[in-house]
């Protein structure tokens, strides 16, 4: 009976020093949540109502460097127009032919770099805006075999009009972040849910044209403890839109298309031709107070993009 109290003891002595300890790590954290400073910036507003419920807030404000390639497929929006001088075409010109959309066919590359400045007004919405500069192409074949009015009648059938448009561009954005996270359904890690949207216009300089581009798009993923670092990843469906006008002139003289035209004014709208993608990325952030980050995203189904980013929160 001694020994059964002694061992009694023993096992109440030990809860109690569990739940002591317990109750003094939780505290503790309680404490260092309740006396976090506040950040400079004073964002995000509400940050102490969501540490109160135990959410872990990114620094608020963070500046990042993004290069990002896509390779598309665009569609004619409407009949490509142009205007031939010099040549058969062009004969006592110049002279304007149409060419119909559905006989022009499209691929582009685009190259950019892109300075994010991002901040959290609130613990669940962030806004930030875009600076970048591009460099892209789009190449454009249209055939001649239903254009009117042309001197060689059928005999210009088969005949492919390429133009290979090269621009840079200097671009600017704005955009925004909702976010949010439910219970997990397998495991103990919560699931995050983003929905992104931004609006980009760039200008072009080596043509006259302007790229206006929006997205939106739905991200859900997880984020992970590394040791101290914090690791993340999404799957996301995304919708974006890519509207183009393009003119400018383009020569065809010491090509073997010389006979037949010599200078070509051009005016075209195009599209991206698929709209829908979807992407997977990760998030990594490390550093003594996960200040530094690096991201990475390949983007699949209909087209493909390839992004790289390094950044720091402040």
């Known amino acids: 009976m001694a020994n059964y109290s002694r061992n009694v003891s023993g096992f109440i002595l030990l809860i109690t020093i569990s739940l002591s300890s317990w109750a003094e790590n939780d505290v503790k954290e309680l404490v260092e949540q309740q006396t976090k400073p506040v950040h400079w910036s004073g964002l995000p507003l509400m940050a102490d109502k969501a540490t109160e ?117 200097k671009n600017y954005g704005i955009g925004t972040v909702l976010a949010g996270q439910i219970d997990p359904l397998i495991g103990d890690t919560p699931v995050i849910i983003m929905a992104v949207g931004a609006i980009v216009k760039a200008h072009t300089d080596t043509t006259d044209s ?26 996301a469906f995304s919708h974006q839109s890519v509207n183009q006008n393009v003119t400018g002139d383009y020569s065809f003289i010491g090509t073997e298309l010389e006979p037949l035209m010599e200078e070509v004014k051009f005016d075209i709208d195009l599209a991206k031709k698929e709209t829908k993608n979807m992407s997977f990325s990760v998030n990594y952030d490390f550093g003594p107070k996960n200040e530094w980050n690096f991201y990475a995203e390949y983007g699949f189904l209909n087209w493909q993009h390839v992004i790289v980013g390094f950044g720091r929160r402040f």
């Open 53 to 169: 419920r135990g959410h872990e807030l990114p620094i608020p404000v963070g500046v990042s460097l993004f290069y990002n390639n896509i390779d598309a497929d665009y569609i004619a929006v409407n009949d490509f127009q142009v205007q031939v001088d010099g040549g058969l075409l062009g004969f006592r010109g110049p002279n304007d032919y149409v060419v119909p959309a559905e006989d022009v066919s499209i691929t582009g590359t685009d190259r950019s770099v892109q300075l994010k400045i991002d901040a959290w007004i609130l613990p669940f919405w962030n806004v930030y805006g875009l600076l970048g500069y591009t460099e892209g192409s789009k190449n454009i074949k249209a055939k001649l075999d239903n254009v009117e009015g042309l001197p060689c009648d059928e005999a210009c059938n088969g005949i492919v009009l390429p133009i290979p448009i090269e621009y840079t561009a």
């Open 210 to 235: 302007v790229i206006k581009t929006k997205l939106a798009s739905i991200r859900v993923g997880q984020r992970f403890d590394v040791g101290s670092d914090k690791l993340a990843w999404f799957l």
